[in-house]
């Protein structure tokens, strides 16, 4: 059976982390969130993939190319413009023939959501769970196991259990598809929805995991339970005196000073070098290359390729983008915090300061929770920010 | 240069050598051929890309065979000439990479015999000379003719009544023997067995090899035999394949950040660079072919400024065939595959000079990380487009990280300064990737100049060698003819050409020459020529002097070399595309030139 995995998608709602790079790639646990996708799938025995790619593709092949690292065999179809997910569907139709699964690219999910899926052996189906926010999602009518509906963002909680957005389809899907895009609607949705109106859609209920990211400060969330199942592994070289605790996983050729202490779960990718009495404490995920300065504290945030945080700095329920750097004693701590994206304000209870790639951030620059600093935006020492910095800015 | 396939074992050998050719294709294209003992000798061959070959193949049955796929060097390409070539009786099949020197005495005294040549190639000559020392058995004829042979070659070769067993040999062209169960095959590079065994045994000069389903014994040009364990192939085949991209060489250039990463890897803390000399010399000779010229040239630079030694680079056919003065600097070796003929000839010219040798190299276990006495590894993995792109940026990385630990290890360094250098070396990753991302913009320029007969590429300083590599890749794959001149040397001659048919691309980052490089954009502007800059970020001035810029970050203006040349890449790419030239496989040119 092949699986289409939708990941054309821009994810516009991620802020500055999905300047460069589609929503798909943005790593937790030091993964792209798509790899969890291919590796349910390919634990589940579905090997043949198509993915759709779109903005941004070649992040995408470049990091899973042909697919066999991955035990996985993978073709890719590029969706030009990104109208909808019913739309990113039919950009593969050539690819498909028979019964197909359906997934979306960004949701991260364990192979319990692909076998639950895979139990249905007929028709069409579609996996619903519970949410603790259905108001965000498609919220699912069901009966006796049959999808009656499903209601995009309801105003009112009908219900508590959501479309996941994976589906078992079959060819008989495309006819319909191209009848809604004639009225204009080319999200996959509305065209399941229609389908049930003439067809039995199996609603298969899964107990899986399905983490979905609607905002940069979910990716915490998403990275938590990616490091929950981080594996023991010590690399490079770790000097006298140093403290770990947990299961923490330590890339090649990473220098870790004396005196840091790390707490698990905890991953650091290759190339990351841990200054003297640093603290590194759950749940935190280092990418490539990361250099974290003497007598820094980092505590569930999520540092990507080539950050630098300087000596003596404050990192907490953070993300920070590839490349972005702070001299010393940068302060990034955590609290309730209010963050503009899209136009739209959000209420955080926990969160620090989210930083985009490549952005400078001068000595002692402080940074209220929930600041955002748009990419490649250059901070002066001493600065004191909140709000929205703007891509490309400069605060003196 | 040429690729050479052999096989013995089980299956039946056709797909299994077609498939290894295929893989062995970016070393040659002009012609291909299979030879496959089965009840008799076959041999088919023809003028052509290997898929045009295998279309036209009849049904080939055996299980014993070898194939090659060459890039002429003596005599045109043709069917004639392609390889293998038999003997008089037809019974004998033989493989040949690299240049039989004494080949037209050979064929004199073999007519003389009565041996009848079909051939233009030099190759001819030792198929004859094996069938003259023929008594039954091919391990010792091959043996024998090669005492009497000159010159560099891998073979590989069959005989109809020796069914189950190839002959290989090595002397000064590259070949490995890869070790399977019940099955043993032979290649002149490893991504040939790779889909079949991870478990190879590199020959060395002067060795053969008799290989059969069962066994893979190596002997000396004696024949004694030499017990060698084979090695395992950590990198796998899928490193080698597309990936959903359009060309190999777009996926390379994509692939940069993650390779310059890995030569960085574990290096940048304690500049800890697999221990080379850092002392006992006085200078440096950078010594290199082509591309990795281009790296050394910028290599000069990157040592005298960081390292303050004085440094020289040379074209390694020149260098190895030149008296050199009496002084014995440190000589850097610098190749890509480590097979390139000419780089191994003046590293062992550098010996015999007395030299120190230090190699930079991508390929693990290579000639010339063998015959230098230290080695540098690039880790870009390998690459498999003809031009050099993720090889040549890691190639330059590799330099730097030479230039600190030398500077430190001479005290011309502070530790102050160069940790401040070491964090501009962890940021390249990034600068590439910023110009990646840019690549939708650089398309549009291609679209936008890559209609001209001819271009310019200027630049000064450490920015003067990149753009004559920026130029040697928009030659080799687009075939626009291109230049690159010192801009300052423009004035003296090259202005004359200069005119509105001619488009520059101008390097004029923020550095030291950088108000020079804006009077030098004045000289081509006032001569009406469009103007491409490559620039610094923020640099608000430069967009008011020239039609469009592509801007890539600011970093200390020894560093710039990395992102700017990941420009020129991406232009030349899609400059080549929109014209539909065959972008992985250029004509007449072959990825490692392992013949003078």
């Given at each position: 059976m092949k699986a289409v995995i939708l990941s054309a998608g821009e994810g516009a709602r991620m802020g500055p982390f999905t300047a460069s790079e589609p929503k798909v790639m943005i790593p937790v646990g030091n993964r792209p969130i798509l790899e969890y996708v291919v590796q349910a799938l390919v634990e589940n025995g579905v090997h043949e993939l198509v993915v759709v790619v779109g903005y941004h593709r070649e992040r995408i092949l470049s990091h899973f190319q042909d697919g066999k690292a991955y035990g996985a065999h993978i073709r890719y179809v590029i969706q030009g413009k990104q109208l909808g997910t019913a739309h990113a569907l039919a950009a593969a139709r050539a690819e498909l023939a028979d019964r197909f699964i359906v997934l979306n690219g960004s949701n991260m999910i364990d192979a319990r959501v692909v076998e639950d899926l895979l139990g249905q052996k007929t028709g069409p189906a579609v996996v619903i769970t519970q949410s603790d926010r259905p108001r965000s999602y498609g919220v699912v009518t069901v009966e006796g196991g049959r999808l009656v509906g499903i209601t995009e963002k309801p105003a009112e909680v009908i219900s508590n259990l959501i479309n996941t957005g994976a589906y078992a389809l079959d060819a008989t899907i495309f006819p319909e598809i191209e009848r809604l895009a004639s009225q204009g609607k080319h999200d996959l949705p509305s065209v399941v929805s229609g389908l049930a109106g003439t067809r039995e859609v199996a609603a298969v209920r899964t107990q899986g995991m399905w983490v979905d990211a609607?905002?940069?400060?979910d990716l915490l969330r998403l990275n938590q339970s990616a490091l929950a199942s981080v594996g023991d592994v010590r690399s490079g070289t770790i000097e006298p005196n140093v403290t770990i605790r947990g299961r923490v996983s330590i890339g090649d050729g990473c220098a870790i000073r004396s005196g840091a202490y790390l707490q698990g779960p905890l991953a650091l990718g290759p190339g990351c070098e841990i200054g003297p009495h640093a603290v590194l404490l759950p749940s935190t995920s280092l990418g490539k290359n990361v250099r974290i300065g003497a007598l820094t504290t980092v505590s569930n945030s999520i540092l990507m390729d080539d950050v630098s945080i300087g000596p003596s700095s404050v990192v907490q329920d953070s993300v920070v983008a590839s490349g972005a750097t702070a001299r010393a004693g940068l302060m990034a701590a955590s609290g309730r915090g209010d963050v503009q994206v899209e136009g739209e304000w959000h209420e955080v209870p926990q969160i620090g300061a989210l930083i985009g790639e490549d952005v400078e951030l001068g000595n002692g620059a402080s940074l209220a929770c929930g600041t955002v600093v748009g990419t490649r935006a250059r901070v002066a020492d001493g600065a004191r920010l909140r709000g929205t910095i703007p891509a490309h800015g400069t605060v003196l | 240069m040429c690729g050479i396939v052999g096989y013995a074992g089980r299956r039946n050998a056709l797909p299994i050598l077609l498939d290894g050719l295929k893989r062995l294709e970016y070393r040659g294209y002009d012609s291909a051929g299979v030879a496959i003992v089965g009840s008799r000798l076959q041999v088919e061959k023809d003028k052509g890309f290997i898929a045009d070959l295998e279309a036209k193949l009849p049904p080939m049955v055996g299980t014993t065979g070898l194939a090659h796929t060459r890039w002429a060097t003596h005599g045109p390409p043709n069917q004639v000439n392609a390889h293998p070539h038999v003997d008089c009786t037809g019974k004998l099949a033989l493989a040949h990479n690299g240049i039989i020197e004494n080949f037209a005495e050979l064929r004199e005294d073999l007519e003389a015999k009565g041996h009848t040549f079909r051939t233009q190639t030099d190759t001819e000559s030792l198929v004859h000379l094996i069938e003259s020392l023929y008594r039954g058995n091919l391990e010792e004829a091959v043996r024998e003719a090669l005492h009497a042979v000159h010159g560099s070659f891998a073979i590989a070769a069959i005989h109809a009544d020796e069914p189950g067993r190839v002959v290989g040999a090595r002397n000064e062209s590259p070949l490995v023997v890869g070790v399977g169960p019940d099955e043993n095959f032979l290649a002149s590079d490893v991504p040939a067995l790779l889909r079949y065994t991870d478990k190879v045994i590199y020959l060395m000069d002067g060795e053969m090899v008799v290989l059969t389903p069962t066994s893979a014994v190596v002997k000396d040009s004696q024949g004694t035999v030499v017990e060698r364990a084979p090695e395992r192939i950590a990198w796998n085949l899928e490193d080698a394949e597309k990936g959903g991209f359009e060309h190999f060489m777009l996926k390379e250039i994509f692939e940069q950040p993650k390779a310059v990463h890995e030569t960085l890897l574990g290096r940048v803390a304690n500049l800890e660079v697999d221990g080379f000399f850092t002392?006992?010399?006085t200078g440096v000779k950078l010594v290199a072919c082509g591309t990795s010229y281009h790296a050394a040239l910028v290599g000069k630079y990157i040592l005298e400024e960081i390292a303050r030694v004085p440094t020289d680079a040379e074209l390694a056919s020149e260098y190895r065939y030149a008296h050199g003065p009496q002084e014995r600097p440190l000589v850097i070796l610098i190749s890509q595959s480590g097979e390139t003929a000419d780089t191994l000839g003046a590293a062992r010219e550098a010996k015999r000079r007395g030299c120190r040798t230090l190699a930079i190299c991508n390929v693990v276990g290579s000639t010339l990380t063998r015959e230098s006495d230290k080695t540098i590894y690039t880790r870009a993995g390998p690459e498999i487009g003809v031009a050099a792109t993720k090889t040549f940026v890691t190639q330059v990385v590799a330099l730097y990280l030479i230039a600190l630990r030398m500077g430190l290890d001479r005290g011309l360094l502070g530790y102050e300064e160069a940790d401040r250098l070491k964090d501009e070396l962890r940021s390249l990753p990034r600068a590439v990737q910023s110009v990646l991302n840019q690549s939708r913009f650089i398309e549009a320029l291609a679209e936008k100049y890559?209609?001209?007969r001819d271009m310019f590429y200027i630049g000064r300083h450490v920015n003067y060698p990149i753009a004559m590599e920026g130029a040697l890749k928009l030659k080799e794959i687009s075939y626009i003819h291109a230049e690159a001149y010192a801009a300052g040397e423009l004035k003296h001659g090259p202005l004359a050409l200069v005119g509105p048919s001619t488009p520059i691309v101008a390097i004029a980052v923020r550095d030291a020459v950088y108000e020079k490089m804006r009077s030098n954009i004045g000289e081509v502007a006032a001569r009406g020529a469009p103007i491409v800059a490559i620039g610094t970020e923020g640099d608000k001035e430069l967009s008011k002097f020239v039609d469009d810029v592509v801007y890539v970050p600011k970093l200390s203006p020894i560093f710039y070399p990395i992102p700017v040349t990941v420009v020129t890449q991406l232009f030349g790419y899609y400059a080549a595309k929109r014209r539909g030239c065959p972008i992985d496989k250029p004509r007449n040119l072959a990825k490692s030139v392992t013949v003078e």
């Open positions: 609607l905002y940069p400060w | 002392e006992g010399f890559g209609d001209a």
